[in-house]
């Protein structure tokens, strides 16, 4: 399988070149040339457990890596999560829950970023070198990226983050990892001020040349590919045979999620529809039931993975909206860097028929909360609750609908207590962190102090 850029402006390269490249050099988004037909496969599929289904699917899309290799990574990266299903697909009501958190940090971004850190490791040991991940995260993808390079060798980790401005756990779940490779920098500062660090680092190439520096953003291929394979899965747990209709409910922030399941769909995997649900930045919502696609200010809510104002993959699905026209994509994007807005074509409410969309604001979203929790004796994160309730919306007779669920509720402990009167939500790897050890470094907001520690410890 070979790579190239939603922009057209790359030479095909193969997977391990693509995950290295993160971003395409020309500005566009990495894709596959072809995407793989799998019908043929599905019933031998459907009888795997979650590390070999995980393996025939990624192999799809590699073939740069020997078979024994590849299968050694993704059986470590699965090895980490603390159920033996990996994900797991529970029943609440009518809805199938598909638990994605059981992974090191509670949350989905586990699936994706245990399976990249073992990639980067293995590429970096054949072809020596080294890597310095600089990131900042306002709290999600900073611990999973963290857990997920942790003790690795050839690679360091320094995230950044904005002192006392993350949730209590979020921190903690970053902060107690005391592995020698991992720099937890809290900056004297916004979210938007350890950002802002982060271009500034990246800008130089000098410096980003001179200390490898690289990035783990959510438009990284290996990422994308490691959460097509829960599609599957979950379509087989739920479905009496491969060729029936499922639906998925995503809660959807940077579209990476629901992407994958998208390729799942056209990999062959029967999909009945895919339910983007967002929750008050519903940018999203507003393109598949419209057309239009316009940036807008970031609204901070109780569901804060969500809390997007451009969705970094969307490029990759306007790519296949625009029948794979390099040329009409280019303009696309520049009319929106120019306009802010961009309209697509619109038949009656749908884009395309394949996505139904609907937001659902936080009165809801605690609403759900709660009554899940009495009617059926579950407990949702806020994430996923938006995903349910837009489930519940779109849901019709006979076609079951898989509800991702992104996170344990037990790291929302704040929208439990408002939803429930009570935080009773738990987890024995969250009640650990309360008197774990910690370290972090402390910076004001100075690129040049950012740059000093990256060079000290590199
Ligand atoms: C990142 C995240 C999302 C959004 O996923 P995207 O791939 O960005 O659409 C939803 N829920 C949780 C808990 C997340 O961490």
Redesign the pocket.
């Known amino acids: 399988m070979k790579y190239i850029s939603t922009r057209g402006g790359i030479q095909p390269i193969n997977f391990k070149e693509a995950v290295m490249m993160g971003l395409a050099t020309d500005g566009g988004l990495i894709i596959p040339e072809n995407i793989p037909d799998v019908t043929n496969k599905l019933q031998a599929w459907k009888n795997l457990n979650f590390t070999d289904l995980a393996f025939e699917v990624i192999s799809c899309f590699v073939d740069d890596i020997n078979n024994d290799d590849l299968y050694d990574i993704v059986k470590r990266s699965y090895a980490t999560f603390d159920h033996k299903d990996i994900t797991p697909v529970v029943k609440a009501g009518n809805l199938h829950i598909l638990e994605l958190?059981h992974g090191p940090t509670q949350?989905?971004?586990d699936v994706a970023l245990q399976f990249l850190g073992n990639v980067f490791e293995h590429i970096l040991k054949e072809q020596g070198g080294q890597l310095n991940i600089l990131g900042a995260t306002s709290?999600?993808?900073g611990s999973?990226a963290i857990h997920g390079v942790r003790g690795k060798q050839n690679i360091n980790i320094f995230i950044m983050h904005p002192e006392g401005k993350t949730s209590p756990i979020q921190a903690k779940q970053m902060t107690s990892v005391l592995d020698e490779n991992v720099h937890n920098i809290a900056v004297a500062g916004s979210f938007d001020d350890c950002q802002s660090l982060m271009k500034g680092a990246f800008n130089d190439l000098d410096f980003k040349q001179k200390y490898h520096l690289g990035a783990v953003n959510?438009v990284n291929w290996a990422r994308i590919v490691a959460?097509i394979v829960y599609y599957f899965w979950g379509h087989f747990q739920v479905s009496k045979s491969v060729e029936a209709k499922v639906s998925f409910s995503?809660?959807?922030?940077?579209?990476?999620?629901?992407?994958?399941g998208y390729l799942a769909t056209r990999m062959g995997l029967p999909v009945d529809k895919l339910m983007l649900a967002t929750n008050e930045n519903n940018i999203l919502t507003t393109f598949f039931t419209s057309g239009i696609y316009r940036r807008s200010e970031v609204c901070h809510t109780v569901?804060p993975?969500?809390d997007?104002q451009v969705?970094?993959?969307f490029e990759r699905y306007l790519y296949y909206f625009l029948n794979e026209d390099s040329v009409k994509l280019k303009e696309t994007m520049q009319d929106f860097a120019q306009n802010n807005q961009i309209k697509l074509d619109c038949t009656g409410n749908h884009v395309d028929n394949l996505f139904e969309s609907k937001s659902s604001p936080a009165m809801e979203t605690y609403d759900t909360i709660k009554r899940y929790y009495q009617e059926y004796n579950y407990l949702l994160?806020p994430?996923?609750a938006v995903g349910v309730k837009v489930a519940e919306e779109f849901a019709i007779n006979d076609i079951p609908v898989i509800c991702?669920a992104?996170?344990h509720p037990a790291?929302f402990p704040d929208a439990i207590e408002q939803s429930l009167g009570q935080d009773i939500a738990r987890h024995p790897q969250l009640d650990k962190l309360q008197n774990a050890k910690t370290r972090c470094i402390s910076l004001p907001n100075d690129l040049n102090a950012i740059k000093q520690i990256v060079s000290e410890r590199a």
Do not use: R
């Open positions: 958190f949350a989905f971004k709290g999600d993808t999973a959510s959460q995503v809660p959807t922030g940077n579209f990476g999620d629901i992407f994958a569901s993975s969500m997007i969705a970094s993959n994160d994430h996923t991702l992104t996170a790291k």
